[in-house]
């Protein structure tokens, strides 16, 4: 079965500091790795895709394919960037394609 | 462009009534996919929809179910309500299936 997890369910850091938010998988096939974010009262929307290898918002993510991890990171933190982060593992191909599973979460505070 | 709209935003309903959440897509947008987020469980994977059929279902009893219409235009029905289908539940809509899904605001139902 899909699994995913999220291992801290709140970070906080001072602003500047850099930030890491742990993302593991248990996956069969190969996945198409995403973190989505919600910020305070917005809808959930797509932070990066790990296929597009794009850097948003000063985040990057790298996929470990060996240890199954997907962790999420910025050199920086800025206050803007707290909000709830969900690693978000999707079918690539098959018949499942298109169905997204989502960690609990990780609730991230950056204090000034 | 509009985004993705749920209605209704909100909906108190008694158990064992049934209850039929409405979610319109981004225009040409053909991916409908359902999803419910409680405290406990987090966000889980109803079904999704592509051009009218039915693609993937998540584990969820039968009481769930869903339909597309010919404009793409979803509807969820859920019978026989329970506490535990007091919830958040979110709509995503995609062009396709191998792109980025965009949220709605949800429908929050409280099943009392």
């Known amino acids: 079965a899909q699994r995913v997890t999220q291992p801290e369910k709140l970070l906080s850091v001072f602003k500047g500091a850099p930030v890491e938010l742990k993302c593991n998988y248990s996956?069969?096939?190969?996945?198409?790795l995403f973190w989505y974010v919600q910020y305070s009262r917005q809808r959930l929307q797509l932070l990066l895709r790990?296929?597009s290898r794009e850097s948003i918002k000063g985040f990057t993510a790298d996929l470990n394919k060996g240890e199954t991890s997907f962790h999420l990171k910025k050199p920086f933190a800025q206050e803007e960037d707290s909000a709830m982060y969900y690693c978000?593992?999707?079918?690539?191909?098959?018949?499942?394609?298109?169905?997204?599973?989502f960690g609990q979460g990780t609730i991230l505070t950056v204090h000034p | 462009k509009a985004g993705v709209t749920q209605t209704p935003r909100y909906l108190i309903k008694t158990r064992g009534q049934q209850v039929t959440l409405s979610c319109s897509p981004i225009?040409?947008?053909?991916?409908v996919s359902w999803y419910q987020q409680t405290p406990g469980q987090g966000l889980q994977f109803l079904f999704e929809?592509?051009?009218?059929?039915?693609?993937n279902k998540g584990n969820f009893p039968g009481r769930f179910s869903g339909r597309q219409f010919s404009n793409s235009r979803s509807e969820m029905n859920v019978s026989t309500l329970e506490l535990g289908d007091s919830a958040l539940y979110l709509c995503?809509?995609?062009?396709?299936?191998?792109?980025?899904?965009?949220f709605g605001q949800g429908t929050r139902l409280t099943v009392v």
């Open positions: 790990h296929i």
């Open positions: 995503a809509s995609r062009p396709t299936i191998n792109t980025e899904a965009f």
């Open positions: 996956y069969s096939g190969s996945p198409e």
């Open positions: 978000a593992p999707g079918n690539a191909g098959g018949t499942s394609y298109g169905k997204l599973t």
């Open positions: 225009s040409g947008h053909r991916s």
């Open positions: 929809y592509f051009s009218e059929t039915q693609r």
